[in-house]
């Protein structure tokens, strides 16, 4: 199985400071990666897919790139909404996996 | 808008079958997989199965043959059965739809998430 890696675990940001999230895959998933942003109560939500390709109706502060099998979410600008727990996910094969999550708070 | 919601039983004892169901509106069954995952605060985020659009499922190996994922287009609704359940499968259950955005590549996400169903399983 592939194991998704996430740093940190937490973090405390500004309301506009730029935040960096990464996530180390185990082994080679190409661009076959996900971000997902999570509010308390709530189910995911779809922000990246294909590594880098920002989903229908996301903001732009946020992005993904990919270094081999390292893969990072940039979010430009930190908002209030954007508190939250933020995951990878892997869908380049069976079973797929996540990451174990990043929690941001203001 | 295409929604997805959860129905089943949350409350369950060791050795019973757990049974969820997700009923797609706005939108179709075909054309997409469909996915279960659940969440935990000891595994996090924890890929359950999903049942593709041709029929074929894919399960966790870890869930060891104890589950089932199945669909019935006519009702537009997706289910999940796990037998044999142990305190090991409390947690918050969700479905959700797996869009392929590179029919080429095989490239997907899960775009669109049900609401969650709370499992807790109690001896």
């Known amino acids: 199985d592939i194991r998704m890696t996430q740093s940190p675990t937490s973090l405390s940001a500004s309301v506009g400071d730029r935040v960096i999230i990464t996530c180390r895959a185990s082994?080679?998933?190409?661009?076959?990666f996900n971000w997902y942003h999570q509010k308390p109560g709530q189910a995911p939500k779809l922000l990246i897919y294909?590594?880098?390709r920002l989903q229908s109706g996301v903001p732009s502060r946020f992005s993904g790139s990919r270094y081999g099998t390292d893969f990072s979410l940039t979010i430009t600008s930190l908002q209030p909404e954007d508190v939250g727990t933020y995951f990878c996910?892997?869908?380049?094969?069976?079973?797929?996996?996540f990451g174990q999550g990043t929690k941001v708070d203001i | 808008q295409v929604h997805l919601q959860q129905w089943g039983a949350g409350l369950l004892k060791t050795s019973e079958t757990l049974s969820l169901n997700c009923d797609v509106s706005?939108?179709?069954?075909?054309?997409?997989?469909w996915a279960w995952i659940r969440q935990s605060p000891r595994r996090g985020l924890e890929w359950v199965g999903e049942?593709?659009?041709?029929?074929?499922?894919n399960y966790n190996p870890s869930l060891r043959g104890r589950v089932t994922i199945s669909k019935d287009t006519s009702k537009s609704q997706v289910s999940l059965r796990l037998t044999a359940v142990t305190a090991a499968d409390t947690a918050l259950y969700f479905c959700?739809?797996?869009?392929?955005?590179?029919?080429?590549?095989?490239?997907?996400?899960?775009?669109?998430w049900g609401q969650g169903t709370e499992v807790t399983v109690s001896s």
């Open positions: 294909g590594a880098s």
């Open positions: 706005g939108g179709s069954l075909s054309g997409y997989s």
């Open positions: 049942i593709t659009d041709s029929g074929t499922n």
């Open positions: 959700a739809r797996a869009r392929s955005y590179d029919v080429l590549t095989g490239l997907t996400a899960y775009d669109v």
């Open positions: 996910q892997q869908s380049f094969n069976n079973p797929r996996s």
């Open positions: 082994q080679s998933v190409a661009d076959y």
